[in-house]
T-cell receptor, first 115, second 111 residues
Framework: DTEVTQTPKHLVMGMTNKKSLKCEQH?????MYWYKQKAKKPPELMFVYSYEKLSINESVPSRFSPECPNSSLLNLHLHALQPEDSALYLC??????????????FGNGTRLTVT | KNEVEQSPQNLTAQEGEFITINCSYS?????LHWLQQHPGGGIVSLFMLSSGKKKHGRLIATINIQEKHSSLHITASHPRDSAVYIC?????????????FGTGTSLTVIP
């Protein structure tokens, strides 16, 4: 079982809907990440939060809005998505911004389908 | 440009075979990670290394910093090893504090 919990596991939404993806970890990690993964491709970094502050935004469209309410929670708010946004959305965490001594811990992902 | 290349892209093996997956990168790094992703999505971190060799069960990871190359070996492969294996590199701070992922190696182990 992963120590990073993502909900929901699956989500189907229309282009006019507003939904949120949630991620939770209780390992005391101070860095949390959102990745997007298309089929047969490696994960693509979207956002990095370090000590609850947004530290990296990889030029992600504004229809994706991250939020870090506290050190254990990370949300991704979705609004007016396009069908090409359908993908697996992965949350990860690490003790510090990942590098030496800070392995990444991934959740199982939310599989998003935009209709 | 920071690049991470993996080979092979796809690999089919008979149960029991010794398997090697390779990862090469272009510039200096501070850490290299090997990740395993099973169908359904979840990613598990197998190894994190910055030098030498690490072993965990039937898995062995090595890295040669001078040659900018790492290998993941699986001894006595088993069908449950079937997954995508991803090499992820954390480049030195002046190239950005984030991971760069290889394209992955899809491994199928046949009974």
């Amino acid at each position: 079982d992963t120590e990073v919990t993502q909900t929901p596991k699956h989500l189907v939404m229309g282009m006019t809907n507003k939904k949120s993806l949630k991620c939770e970890q209780h390992m005391g990690h101070r860095a949390m990440y959102w990745y997007k993964q298309k089929a047969k491709k490696p994960p693509e970094l979207m956002f990095v939060y370090s000590y609850e502050k947004l530290s990296i935004n990889e030029s992600v469209p504004s229809r994706f809005s991250p939020e870090c309410p506290n050190s254990s929670l990370l949300n991704l708010h979705l609004h007016a998505l396009q069908p090409e946004d359908s993908a697996l959305y992965l949350c990860a965490s690490s003790q510090e911004t990942a590098g030496i001594g800070s392995p990444l811990h991934f959740g199982n992902g939310t599989r998003l389908t935009v209709t | 440009k920071n690049e991470v290349e993996q080979s092979p892209q796809n690999l089919t093996a008979q149960e029991g075979e010794f398997i090697t997956i390779n990862c090469s990168y272009s510039v200096g790094i501070s850490a290299l990670h090997w990740l395993q992703q099973h169908p359904g999505g979840g990613i598990v971190s197998l190894f994190m290394l910055s030098s030498g060799k690490k072993k965990h069960g039937r898995l062995i990871a090595t890295i040669n910093i001078q040659e900018k190359h790492s290998s993941l070996h699986i001894t006595a492969s088993h069908p449950r090893d079937s997954a995508v294996y991803i090499c992820a590199v954390f480049f030195t701070p002046d190239t950005g504090n984030q991971f760069y992922f290889g394209t992955g190696t899809s491994l199928t182990v046949i009974p």
